[in-house]
């Protein structure tokens, strides 16, 4: 693989560092994290499985959530967070925190993607979910590791996208087909067919499905190993005294207000205890009304940010969440009797996640237009649970599945190698600066 300089003045890795490089892969992973941080959790527990394996490896996580940082990080893997974008319910982009125009933070951060690939010149390149990246800012990096056909490029998929006819609309609107022909070496979908076979259920052009592997979805129990084995009980953390736990989690914390307060004005059973995670994001506004509600109950507690939240969520007895993936995932994994109330706008894919593992009878669900307290408390009092085995039903092997996948993927020639250069005759982005 070459790994010379590209452009005057580059500079090159220290001779004693490049030899190391014969037995030491570099993988990247990049995830946009406009909306949530299930995207940067995601990839940490890709990064601390392939960290993990017999495979030398050096993992580079290029993150769009600050709060990245603060996360345990598996071994021989360090962050490099981007300043941040939000996106509101409706979809529409803007900058989270820095005052500058929209258009001047796409190029920001695409400048610093592409510097950040050109210079770490990874062996594989792990792409979350969008496959030019949010508003197309990372097609300038793609482009460059095209051009030194040294990195191969993995597109990773969350199991279910939207409604098939919506995901077919945007896949062509984005043409997103092309980018995976122009530069991707393979997909992973990260989670089970029998929840949603995407070759089938979106279309895809035989030449991309082709290129699809399904992992199977990712044990969240696996993420308790980067925590101290002594763990002391969440309830006494918490100062709450010995009972029931039921848990309430509401993502990035967005959108997740009615929940939120729907479920602190709940009632629950006698003895049991509540915790609700607000999520980093969630509105100040209402993090104030829910603070004033959990001060008149001795049994409630909140908290905005947990950076291992798989301690709390293996105590509690049951829980309340929202519907998407990594949430979702992590429930599963730990197989909780849950009550999802998902996100329907601007997407579905909530929906039909909750909509499909209810009818496989792993989880119980409530549309959001029946959310309300009164909803909640009769679940909670009802004990019917959801009893169906999760590991009995879907496949949870996709952590240990990922380094043959990644094997699999150095294997293959390069993409460019194959066809003699990648080619790619789309629209580019426009780089309209806004100040």
Request: glycine share 8%; hydrophobic share 40%.
């Amino acid at each position: 693989m070459n790994r010379q300089g590209m452009g005057r003045g580059r500079c090159t890795r220290p001779m004693e560092d490049s030899r190391g490089d014969q037995l030491r892969r570099r993988i990247a992973l990049y995830s946009h994290d406009t909306m949530g941080i299930g995207h940067v959790r995601r990839n940490l527990l890709i990064a601390q499985a392939l960290g993990e394996s017999r495979r030398e490896v050096s993992i580079l996580l290029i993150a769009g959530a600050r709060e990245a940082g603060v996360f345990d990080m598996p071994l021989r893997v360090d962050c490099l967070t981007l300043p941040s974008l939000s996106k509101d319910g409706d979809g529409h982009y803007a900058t989270r925190r820095l005052g500058i125009g929209l258009g001047e933070l796409i190029d920001l951060r695409a400048r610093t993607l592409a510097a950040a690939l050109d210079a770490f010149e990874p062996d594989v390149l792990i792409v979350d979910n969008v496959p030019r990246g949010a508003l197309r800012e990372l097609e300038p990096a793609l482009e460059a590791l095209s051009a030194r056909r040294g990195t191969r490029c993995v597109l990773g998929l969350r199991e279910v996208l939207d409604d098939s006819a919506a995901v077919r609309n945007e896949w062509d609107r984005r043409a997103n087909e092309e980018a995976v022909r122009a530069y991707y070496d393979a997909i992973w979908v990260y989670g089970d067919p029998l929840v949603c076979d995407q070759v089938t259920e979106y279309r895809f052009a035989s030449d991309v499905a082709a290129k699809v592997r399904y992992t199977g979805y990712f044990d969240h129990r696996q993420r308790l190993k980067l925590s101290s084995s002594q763990r002391p009980d969440p309830l006494q953390e918490f100062g709450l005294p010995s009972g029931q736990l039921v848990l309430c989690m509401v993502g990035g914390g967005e959108d997740g207000a009615r929940l939120a307060e729907a479920f602190a004005q709940a009632e629950f059973p006698p003895a049991m205890n509540a915790v609700l995670i607000t999520g980093p994001f969630m509105p100040a506004d209402v993090r104030a009304r829910l603070q004033r509600l959990a001060t008149m109950r001795s049994r409630f507690r909140m908290c905005g940010f947990l950076n291992e939240p798989a301690i709390l969520l293996e105590r509690a007895d049951v829980v309340i969440a929202m519907g998407g993936y990594n949430t979702v995932s992590e429930i599963l994994s730990f197989d909780k009797p849950a009550l999802i109330v998902p996100r329907v706008r601007p997407r579905l894919e909530q929906l039909i996640r909750s909509q499909r593992l209810r009818d496989l009878g792993l989880v119980d669900m409530l549309h959001p237009d029946e959310l309300h307290p009164q909803a909640l408390s009769r679940w909670l009092a009802g004990g019917s649970f959801p009893r169906q085995s999760v590991r009995e039903c879907l496949d949870f092997n996709g952590l240990s599945r990922l380094p043959h996948f990644l094997d699999e993927v150095l294997a293959q020639p390069l993409a460019g190698e194959e066809r003699g250069g990648r080619t790619f005759s789309s629209a580019r982005p426009a780089k309209a600066r806004s100040r």
